[in-house]
């Protein structure tokens, strides 16, 4: 299976809005209501920062949600802050406890 | 607290073999799937094994199934470890191998630091 498809980059000012995009197939993303998607700092693990399309694990601001439309998942961040700047990836599961990854996505916060 | 500690990695020759491990605690280690993920130098993230929490169910990525070889120690009541026994590697496998603590139904909560394992002559 390919990876799912994210764009290399994104970025935004503080205090905008910005939204990631993850495409997949009927096979994943659109088969499921299971994906995820994770914050990874340089040099560090990444972080969950929303699971099952839309829920936020405790301690993650209510400024991310997460949202999927047919085999199109997509990560909203809003009120942009320096602190967002990170690799951002989706995941999605792939039926018989297998999981399919994005390519990634840089967000700069200029 | 939940805490992964991974062990195990260094340099290997194309064709060798590593035992990745990783100590977990601070949960009940028994009751949640563990998985492998690993991440490629400047690349992406790459699912790699899964394990039930029993250990009876396993699953492996296209990429790497028939040579590695996931397994989980239960029984040891001040140490649980996930292993990964990674057999005829590839230099693609190079990559930094992350033990993950699987959030059912279907998404990974808890992520160990990283080991570096390196496939190079």
């Known amino acids: 299976q390919s990876a799912l498809t994210q764009p290399a980059s994104v970025s935004g000012s503080p205090g905008q809005t910005i939204t990631i995009s993850c495409t997949g197939t009927s096979s994943d993303v659109g088969g499921y209501e299971y994906v995820s998607w994770y914050q990874q700092h340089p040099g560090k693990a990444p972080k969950l920062t929303i699971y099952?399309?839309?829920k936020r694990p405790s301690g993650v601001s209510d400024r991310f949600s997460g949202s999927k439309s047919g085999n199109t998942a997509s990560l909203t961040i809003s009120g942009l802050r320096s602190e967002d700047e990170a690799d951002y990836y989706c995941c999605s599961y792939a039926g018989n406890s297998a999981w399919i990854f994005g390519g990634g996505t840089e967000l700069t916060v200029v | 607290e939940v805490q992964l500690v991974e062990s195990g990695g260094g340099l290997v020759q194309p064709g060798g073999s590593l035992r990745l491990s990783c100590t977990a605690s601070?949960?009940?280690?028994?009751?949640?799937?563990m998985n492998w993920v690993r991440q490629a130098p400047g690349k992406g993230l790459e699912w790699v094994s899964y394990i039930s929490g029993s250990g009876s169910g396993k699953n492996y990525a296209d990429s790497v199934k028939g040579r590695f070889t996931i397994s989980r120690d239960n029984t040891q009541k001040s140490l649980y470890v996930l292993y990964l026994q990674m057999d005829s590697l590839r230099a693609e496998d190079t990559a930094v191998y992350y033990c993950?603590?699987?959030?059912?139904?279907?998404?990974?909560?808890?992520w160990g630091q990283g080991i570096l394992v390196a496939v190079s002559s």
């Open positions: 099952d399309v839309s």
């Open positions: 601070g949960f009940t280690f028994s009751s949640y799937e």
């Open positions: 993950v603590r699987g959030l059912v139904p279907a998404s990974f909560d808890y």
